[in-house]
């Protein structure tokens, strides 16, 4: 059978992308491979065990193209308005909450999208449902 263990985005400044990360997030650097062009540095999930792969080219003047392809990768928290709150107060800037319901008016899903240092798109949904 096989396991999930991380999804892989580039970055364009490493360090911003760790802080971003870990504050906003609480993903800690699990390993770390540094080679003379390019670093890969993977954060993890204590709570789930995945991680998120960056990858740092060195040399690389302009920032990535996300192009029409990348959606975006999603966080579970207890309380979507309290999360958002914490966001901001750590000076970063979350979207406001939406919620998503069926056709009878069940909420399906409350959420808010952040992005990263690198423009990367993240959902932040509240534990329900098929979201846990």
């Known amino acids: 059978m096989a396991k999930l263990i991380h999804s892989m985005i580039r970055v364009h400044d490493l360090e911003k992308s760790i802080k971003f990360y870990s504050d906003a997030f609480d993903l800690s650097i699990s390993y770390r491979l540094d080679f ?24 690389r003047a302009e920032p990535y193209t996300h192009g029409d392809g990348y959606g975006h ?35 399906i899903a409350r959420y808010f999208f952040i992005q990263d240092p690198d423009g990367y798109k993240v959902e932040v949904l509240e534990r329900h449902g098929h979201y846990q």
């Open 36 to 59: 003379p062009d390019f670093s890969l540095v993977y954060l993890c999930d204590r709570e789930s065990g995945q991680e998120l792969e960056l990858t740092f080219n060195r040399g």
């Open 73 to 107: 990768i999603a966080f579970c928290v207890d309380n979507t308005a309290a999360e958002q709150a914490r966001l901001r107060a750590l000076g970063l800037t979350p979207g406001e909450i939406k919620e998503f319901h069926d056709a009878k008016g069940a909420l």
